[in-house]
């Protein structure tokens, strides 16, 4: 938080603003999926990895039909917001799950799909999958330049930016606001668009 600039009232809201907490369970992992195993007691379906909307998220395909079940990774009407996410490791470097989630919808690309199944929403047909990617590449790219326009007078933190895309709902959503801003700064520093210094223990975007 103090490396985006996160205004101090609002730290608290970053690790203690979810109840939902209470509900997770405590149960310890027995075994693993991973790209390409077949799921458990269902013959055909095969795990396709598709971090993005969060680092373990998975998506199941079936190859003698091509049907997909995608959760949260490709929806009909909106783009799932790319979650943060600590490091895998502790003092490792830090997910960027936008890079991830763009390259996990080009994944979608090699497979011959007849329908996706979403978590949200209707389903997408199969001759639609293309389509619809390009279309949210194309959105997520014209968001970033909007995000990129925000720079040109002077350096910016990551929650100054938050604060100018988000004006009205940063205060409340301060976890996926920020997460959706740190994705639009992160594909804007791997395009190459921007980049970055760090003043006061602060990292400061500015237009490359």
């Not at 998975?58 to 949260?72: H, K, N, P, T, W």
């Not at 997408?124 to 590449?137: K, S």
């Not at 014209?142 to 895309?165: G, H, I, T, W, Y």
């Not at 520093?189 to 760090?198: A, F, K, P, R, S």
Request: hydrophobic residues 35%; negative net charge.
């Amino acid at each position: 938080a103090k490396k985006f600039g996160v205004a101090e009232e609002l730290k608290n809201k970053l690790t203690h603003n979810r109840d939902e907490i209470r509900f997770l369970s405590e149960r310890k992992l027995h075994g693993y999926l991973a790209e390409g195993d077949e799921l458990p007691g269902l013959p055909g379906w095969k795990v396709i990895e598709t971090p993005g909307h969060a680092q373990s998220h998975l998506s199941f395909y079936r190859e003698s039909d091509g049907v997909m079940i995608a959760g949260d990774h490709l929806l009909a009407k909106i783009s799932p917001n790319p979650l943060m996410e600590p490091p895998l490791l502790p003092g490792g470097m830090r997910p960027r799950p936008l890079l991830q989630y763009n390259a996990s919808l080009q994944k979608l690309l090699d497979f011959p799909i007849s329908t996706v199944y979403s978590g949200h929403g209707s389903e997408v047909a199969g001759d639609e999958v293309a389509d619809l990617i390009q279309y949210r590449f194309d959105r997520q790219h014209n968001r970033a330049m909007q995000v990129k326009s925000m720079l040109q007078d002077k350096p910016l933190s990551v929650f100054e930016v938050c604060q100018q895309l988000f004006p009205k709902v940063y205060l409340q959503e301060v976890g996926l606001t920020l997460s959706e801003t740190v994705g639009q700064l992160d594909y804007l520093e791997d395009l190459g668009e921007v980049q970055t210094e760090i003043q006061s223990g602060v990292i400061l975007y500015s237009i490359a």
